[in-house]
């Protein structure tokens, strides 16, 4: 078991985190949850959100997540996302023209293209834009 709460991010792109935290806040199917160190064992969904990362002596740092899965056990905490982007490296510009085309596309409520996949593209960047403005 770590002495320590080791908090890792993984997307398909690869490894975007892994050190050492003293707590974090994940967005779950029934809303967020913490987990500290001696959590117990536990495999969780995650939803589009933002997750909180606290620090022993840091500011928090908080990162923009899609939907995937969490593993924690013996003090580690595994999220697994198709995409995880931290506050300060979220391009707004970029954020704001998805949000815009995703809304011009559900405005039309044409059966040409996938309205779920435009409401999850809304969500996404909405989630993108609220992490944003956390520092």
Do not use: W
């Amino acid at each position: 078991m770590a002495s320590e709460l080791i908090l890792e991010i993984v997307t398909p792109f690869g490894e975007i985190f892994n050190e050492p935290i003293v707590r974090c806040t994940l967005p779950g199917a029934e809303g967020q949850f913490q987990v500290l160190k001696g959590h117990a064992a536990l495999m969780s969904t995650i939803e589009i959100g933002s997750v909180k990362i606290e620090f022993a002596d840091a500011k928090p740092a908080y990162a923009a997540v899609s939907s995937g899965f969490c593993e924690i056990k013996d003090n580690r905490v595994k999220i697994i996302v198709e995409s995880a982007e931290f506050s300060g490296n979220i391009d707004v510009e970029r954020a704001e023209s998805s949000k815009k085309r995703a809304e011009e596309r559900l405005s039309l409520k044409s059966a040409d293209f996938d309205t779920d996949r435009a409401k999850a593209s809304l969500m996404r960047a909405l989630n993108r834009l609220k992490v944003s403005n956390f520092k």
